[in-house]
C-alpha cells in the first residue's frame, strides 16, 4: 500500500511542478545564470551523496524528468522543491535558502526592473487609460484581461506575468510605505472584461486598497468635457534622494525619463488629470455604485 501511495505521490507532484510558468526564459541572462547555478548545486549534493537521479527523485517525491531539468539548469525549482532536497541531504537549511535566489528570476526581466524602481520609490503617481492598474488588479482580473490579447499568450506566459503582478503587490506592505496615487478611467470600470463576477471581485478590491492611508484612488468620469490624458498613460516615481523616473508613450515612446524637462511634462499633465478626475471621496462612492449596478 505504501508503494502504491508514493508512487502516486511521485505522479501528482512530477505533474503539478511541471505546470506552465517554471521555465527559465532563454533571453533572460541574468536568470539563467541564477538557475544554472542553483541547478548545479543541487546535482554536486546529490552526487556527494551516492545517490542516482531516480533515486532521489522518489526521495523528494518528484518526476525524474523533472530532476534532470532542474540540475541542467532548464527549469526553476519551486520553493518546496528545495525543501524537499534540503530535508533529503540533511543541509540545515543550505538549499532552502536558494529559494531567495530563485524567488524573482521566474518573473520577466522587464517586471523585476520596474518592481526594483518601484520598491525605492516613495511616491508613485499612475495613470492608466486603458484598464485598471496593474497595481490595483486582482489575480483573477489580471488572468481575465491576459487571456484576451490577440496574438494569445502562452499559457505558461501567462503565469509567469499573474505571478509577476502578485508580486509587486508587495509595495502595498512596505514600511514606510509609499504614497500611491492612482487615476482611473471610468470605462474601465464599467468593462466587465472576463465576466461580471471577475468585475464585481475587482470593485470590491478597489474599495478596500482605497481605504489605505497612503493610497488615493481618483476616477476620471466618461462625461469629462476636458481630458488631459489623451496622449497616453503616466508613470511618476520619486525616491528619497529626490530623483525622480517617469514614463509614458506620449514621451520618448514609453522608455524611462530623468530628464528635468520631460519629467516636468509628466508632472504636469498628470496634476491636469488629477484635477479633472473625482475627488478620492467622490471616487469611491462612484465605485460603490458601479459596483451596486454590478
Not at 514609453?254 to 498628470?270: A, F, H, K, M, N
Amino acid at each position: 500500500m505504501s508503494v502504491d501511495g508514493e508512487a502516486v505521490r511521485v505522479t501528482t507532484e512530477a505533474d503539478r511542478t511541471d505546470e506552465p510558468g517554471w521555465e527559465v526564459d532563454p533571453d533572460d541572462d541574468w536568470a539563467l545564470a541564477a538557475v544554472a547555478t542553483v541547478g548545479r548545486q543541487l546535482r554536486l549534493r546529490r552526487e556527494a551523496a551516492g545517490m542516482r537521479v531516480g533515486d532521489f527523485a522518489v526521495a523528494v517525491g518528484y518526476g525524474a524528468d523533472l530532476v534532470y531539468k532542474i540540475e541542467s539548469g532548464r527549469r526553476i525549482p519551486r520553493p518546496e522543491y528545495l525543501d524537499m532536497a534540503d530535508e533529503v541531504f540533511n543541509a540545515g537549511g543550505l538549499i532552502a535558502a536558494m529559494k531567495e535566489d530563485v524567488k524573482k528570476v521566474r518573473y520577466p526581466k522587464k517586471v523585476r526592473d520596474l518592481a526594483q524602481m518601484e520598491g525605492r520609490a516613495v511616491e508613485l503617481q499612475l495613470y492608466d487609460p486603458l484598464n485598471i492598474h496593474g497595481l490595483l488588479q486582482t489575480p483573477d482580473y489580471a488572468r481575465g484581461l491576459l487571456l484576451m490579447r490577440r496574438p494569445a499568450y502562452s499559457a505558461e506566459e501567462v503565469e509567469r506575468f499573474i505571478s509577476a503582478r502578485v508580486a509587486r503587490k508587495s509595495i502595498f506592505e512596505r514600511d514606510p510605505a509609499p504614497e500611491l496615487s492612482f487615476v482611473l478611467e471610468e470605462w474601465a470600470l464599467r468593462r466587465p472584461l472576463g465576466g461580471q463576477a471577475r468585475l464585481r471581485h475587482q470593485l470590491e478590491h478597489l474599495l478596500e486598497v482605497g481605504q489605505l492611508r497612503n493610497v488615493e484612488l481618483q476616477v476620471m468620469p466618461m462625461n469629462r468635457e476636458e481630458h488631459a490624458g489623451l496622449a497616453g498613460g503616466i508613470e511618476v516615481l520619486k525616491f528619497e534622494d529626490g530623483s525622480m523616473v517617469g514614463r509614458s508613450m506620449a514621451v520618448a515612446n514609453g522608455r524611462p525619463v530623468s530628464e528635468p524637462r520631460q519629467l516636468r511634462i509628466l508632472e504636469l499633465r498628470y496634476g491636469i488629470i488629477r484635477a479633472q478626475a473625482l475627488t478620492p471621496r467622490e471616487s469611491a462612492a462612484a465605485i460603490e455604485q458601479l459596483l451596486g449596478e454590478t
